[in-house]
């Protein structure tokens, strides 16, 4: 915290509270996250992407009624306009995340309920991106590649018809399991730098489409979302266990930062770590290729100094690698990321409309002043 003589800043909005919320409690001490009261460690074992979403919510875990009926609407929604498709194969050069940015910006365009901002029409049209986004990024992915796109399965779950769409094939159950843990642990994570930005767009009495848009660009970010897809690089680049340590050294030594480590809120472990690195280690050794486990703890290892001063794995550290394993190229990861996240950005935005108000903090001002005002040829 600066102080000057009048006010104090908070670079980063670092630890200040901006609002109250039901959806999600972190206690970053511990190392604790809850969505909607439930622990993170039940919903990952037991829960499924289809229920933890519901969950998120309506603020309940559903009946086996209410989930079919919910599981139907994903997956009634999951067709994109054709017009969007074309958007998508215009834009199909540019990263998967520039590309789903622009697509969900357009989706707006088509959407039945764009004008209505009320909460039943919020909800709606946030289902339906939920639905949507997934075959946005593999559309894309079948298009750069010279494929057509996959029409999306009438039957499949959202994490299998993901893979399915991404691959033409239909996964095994073990594949769509693992996506299906993943797309839960990221559902949702209270106010990040993309919920937040979604509050931010909400708050000046925009639509979900606006604010998703938003959300997408500010998850992009290497400190954000695009950290998985640094993870894979880096464990690529260090190639065996061996040569971790001395990497590690070398990168903080000029300044760099171990990607898929430290977090703004946890000082212990991120909770969501411990569920993906068994799914890592399982992974790897079942596809005989144990050593991207072997590198990752080699890693680990290398970073235990700073675990004093309250830098350990977050949730990026394992994702990565698991998406490698399932064959997904690395620019991927962060659009993954933002399939998973779709609940918790559209609980963010029902949270806001709620209780509106501008978001609007202030800035210190620390240019001259009361300068002169010269016209253009005495300068
Ligand atoms: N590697 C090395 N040093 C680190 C790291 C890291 N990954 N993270 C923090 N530090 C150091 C940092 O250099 C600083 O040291 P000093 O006090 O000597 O200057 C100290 O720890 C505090 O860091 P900070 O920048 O004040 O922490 P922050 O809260 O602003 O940043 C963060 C949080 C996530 C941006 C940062 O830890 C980072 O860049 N991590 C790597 C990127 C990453 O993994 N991001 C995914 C976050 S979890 C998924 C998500 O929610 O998106």
């Known amino acids: 915290m600066t102080t000057t003589s009048e006010v104090a800043i908070n670079r980063g909005l670092r630890d200040i509270y901006f609002e109250r919320t039901q959806s999600s409690f972190i206690d970053g001490r511990e190392g604790k996250l809850l969505y909607r009261g439930y622990n993170i460690h039940d919903l990952a074992e037991h829960s499924t ?39 998508i194969e215009t834009v199909k050069d540019a990263h998967p995340m520039d590309v789903l940015r622009t697509a969900v910006s357009a989706l707006a365009a088509f959407d039945p309920d764009v004008k209505d901002k009320g909460e039943e029409a919020t909800l709606r049209k946030g289902i339906r991106l939920t639905s949507q986004v997934p075959t946005i990024v593999t559309a894309h992915h079948a298009v750069r590649n010279g494929r057509r796109p996959a029409a999306p399965s009438k039957t499949l779950g959202h994490a299998a018809n993901f893979l399915y769409m991404f691959s033409g094939q239909e996964p095994s159950q073990r594949a769509a399991r693992l996506l299906d843990k993943d797309f839960i642990l990221h559902a949702e994570h209270g106010s990040n730098a993309s919920a937040f930005t979604a509050r931010v767009v909400i708050g000046t009495d925009a639509d979900i489409h606006g604010a998703v848009t938003a959300g997408l660009a500010a998850l992009a970010g290497p400190s954000h979302g695009g950290a998985a897809e640094g993870v894979m690089r880096m464990a690529l680049e260090i190639g065996e266990p ?32 411990r569920h993906l690195r068994e799914d890592v280690r399982r992974l790897s050794e ?57 609940p918790g950005w559209t609980l963010q935005v029902l949270e806001q409309y709620r209780n509106n108000i501008l978001i609007r903090p202030r800035m210190v001002y620390t240019g001259p002043m009361d300068l002169p005002y010269v016209p253009i040829d005495q300068r």
């Open 49 to 87: 992407f289809e229920e933890t979403a519901y969950l998120l919510l309506y603020g309940k875990l559903p009946t086996r009624q209410e989930l079919a009926v919910f599981d139907a609407e994903l997956k009634r929604n999951r067709e994109i306009p054709a017009p969007v498709h074309k958007v």
């Open 242 to 273: 061996e040569k971790a340590q001395a990497y590690v050294k070398n990168l903080l030594a000029g300044g760099g930062r171990v990607m898929g480590f430290g977090h703004r809120v946890y000082r212990a472990e991120d909770p969501r770590a």
């Open 286 to 342: 079942e596809m005989g290729e144990p050593r991207w486990y072997s590198i990752l703890e080699a890693v680990v290892e290398a970073m235990k100094p700073y675990a004093r001063r309250g830098i350990h794995v977050n949730v990026d550290f394992y994702a990565g690698v698991i998406y490698h394993l399932l064959g997904i190229p690395e620019d991927l990861f962060v659009p993954i990321f933002a399939v998973g996240r779709l």
